[in-house]
């Protein structure tokens, strides 16, 4: 096996592992995470927010989204295509949803936007802000176009790994938050 494929092939084994650990974490882990998403982020004004609608297990952001939409402008992310960054619409409290690619809600209406503020979901997360996705690229396709945005993951702490595998194109964290505290580089921030 090569080393790209010996690499694919541990993602995907860290891919299954975190995700049967997410989704055997209780409701009030999964408050705490959203509360200090939200305690992270509640000073924000006049921004361009990009939260995420979840899917599955994932840790949820749509309660910091719906506060922060009172002083903010919120948006959720669209695939636009195989191997394309995502696209940002938006979104707020009890806008029309309809289902797109990966069973994820998008907005039926709403405009295109750019974010400068990015609220990423994760499938895995190491301490100093490497991020385990669902290996199609979207964020990291996303992130590498963004610029100086800001830009947070949200997880749960059965997420967390000792060491998260990279390659070239795989974009770290700046900071994870959880329901245990907040990890990665700039966590001081």
């Excluded at 840790?59 to 009172?70: H, K, Q």
């Excluded at 994820?104 to 190491?126: A, K, N, Q, Y």
């Amino acid at each position: 096996m090569g080393e790209d494929a010996s690499l694919a092939a541990r993602k995907a084994q860290l891919r299954r592992t975190c995700l049967a650990r997410r989704a055997s974490v209780g409701a009030e882990a999964r408050a705490a995470a959203g509360a200090r998403l939200y305690a992270r982020l509640m000073g924000l004004r006049g921004r361009t927010i990009a939260g995420y609608l979840p899917i599955g297990s994932e840790a949820s952001p749509v309660g910091t989204m719906r506060v922060l939409s009172r002083d903010n402008r919120i948006c959720v992310p669209v695939v636009a295509g195989k191997g394309a960054p995502l696209r940002f619409r938006e979104w707020w409290p009890g806008c029309t949803l309809e289902t797109g690619p990966f069973g994820v809600s998008v907005p039926t209406e709403g405009g295109w936007r750019v974010p400068d503020v990015l609220i990423v979901p994760l499938v895995g997360f190491d301490g100093r802000g490497g991020r385990l996705g669902y290996g199609g690229g979207f964020y990291d396709r996303t992130l590498a176009g963004l610029g100086g945005g800001l830009v947070v993951g949200l997880a749960l702490e059965a997420q967390r790994l000792d060491a998260v595998p990279s390659e070239a194109t795989d974009v770290p964290l700046p900071w994870i938050v959880t329901e245990a505290g907040v990890f990665g580089a700039d966590a001081v921030v």
